[in-house]
């Protein structure tokens, strides 16, 4: 398939980060991975990896990661990038298969057997599923999935059974947030079978004002329907946020000023900052960014969110072994330097 993108879709770049396609898949006759011997673990690596590098299928170059290989820290670097889940980092036999853009990677040997990832920044959903969704027929022609004719592809959690597909997109809720609306959305989402969860997934806190949004189920619904749904949600999302932004800009603009500048003061001052501390107040600055009463650079404040994180933040210094007020410090030059660049 080709790229669905539409200029439409770039331009709810206010509001969505990024969108995310995940498919999970399994090898027929064998266990799920927490149950799989060593061997066999090494075996679905090894069939992965000749599968992607298959000079035949024109697939921009992938690189190998094993969990066995790496640090503590790079762990939580590569779930702080979205590239890995927790749970794989567990996995002493896992192995993860990440694009030289880290757009996508292919975890192995996680929850499932493979799961195919493909993030792309701001609105396009359509476009993370055909590229997900390529990676997935060439596997497929190499691999036999655990398919069955009624239910679907079998997954090791019963609720990601059917497509086997998990669609979101992240998004920037700072109004909606402030205004204490966000509990009442989950739950009127939910009715619908539709989840809001916080930065990295299920289990997590919403730092920044960032929300996914994504589909709780996968079984008897089409790929493209799961896509429609989120599209439609995120779109009614967005037009609630957006417009409860210039409903405070229109009544309260002093009020709105005043917190948004405050942040940038504390941001471009402060001497040591926590990273919860730092992502409320870049979520402001990002506010003030879109509704241009700060000049800053909103992909740049993107790449601030994402950076500023532990583990990622720790391998620009190259170092691991940094006490948490050493890394509040460094975080808190990196921020003044960014932002300061960009005024």
Request: charged residues 25%; hydrophobic residues 35%.
């Amino acid at each position: 398939m080709g790229c669905n993108m539409s200029k439409n879709e770039y331009k709810e770049k206010d509001i969505v980060i990024s969108s995310r396609v995940r498919l999970a898949r399994n090898i027929r006759n064998l266990p799920f991975p927490i149950y799989l011997q060593s061997d066999s673990a090494k075996d679905i690596v090894e069939v992965v990896e000749k599968s992607i590098n298959d000079k035949n299928n024109n697939l921009t170059p992938f690189n190998k990661i094993k969990v066995e290989d790496i640090t503590a820290n790079n762990k939580k670097m590569l779930v702080e990038k979205h590239l890995t889940s927790p749970e794989w980092g567990r996995n002493d036999h896992a192995a993860v298969f990440i694009r030289e853009d880290e757009r996508v990677s292919i975890m192995v040997n996680e929850e499932d057997h493979i799961r195919i990832q493909c993030i792309l920044d701001g609105f396009q959903l359509n476009y993370a599923y055909d590229i997900a969704n390529e990676i997935d027929d060439l596997l497929e022609e190499e691999i036999r999935y655990a398919f069955d004719e009624k239910y679907g592809y079998l997954t090791a959690c019963p609720s990601n059974v059917g497509t086997g597909m998990r669609a979101s997109v992240m998004l920037h809720l700072p109004s909606l947030t402030l205004s204490n609306q966000m509990n009442n959305l989950m739950q009127t989402l939910a009715r619908f079978g539709i989840t809001i969860r916080g930065i990295y997934g299920e289990g997590t806190q919403a730092m920044g004002d960032l929300y996914q949004i994504s589909n709780q189920t996968t079984l008897g619904i089409k790929e493209q329907d799961i896509i429609s749904n989120i599209h439609s949600v995120a779109k009614e999302i967005i037009k609630r946020e957006r417009d409860l932004r210039y409903e405070v800009l229109n009544n309260n603009k002093t009020y709105l000023e005043d917190k948004i500048f405050r942040a940038l003061g504390t941001l471009t001052n402060a001497r040591t900052i926590s990273v919860e501390e730092s992502m409320k107040l870049i979520s402001l600055v990002r506010l003030g960014t879109d509704l241009e009463l700060i000049d800053q650079d909103i992909k740049k404040i993107n790449d601030l969110m994402i950076t500023i994180q532990p583990g990622i933040l720790l391998s620009l210094y190259d170092t691991a072994d940094l006490q948490s007020f050493d890394v509040d410090k460094l975080r808190a030059n990196f921020i003044r330097k960014s932002l300061i660049k960009n005024t």
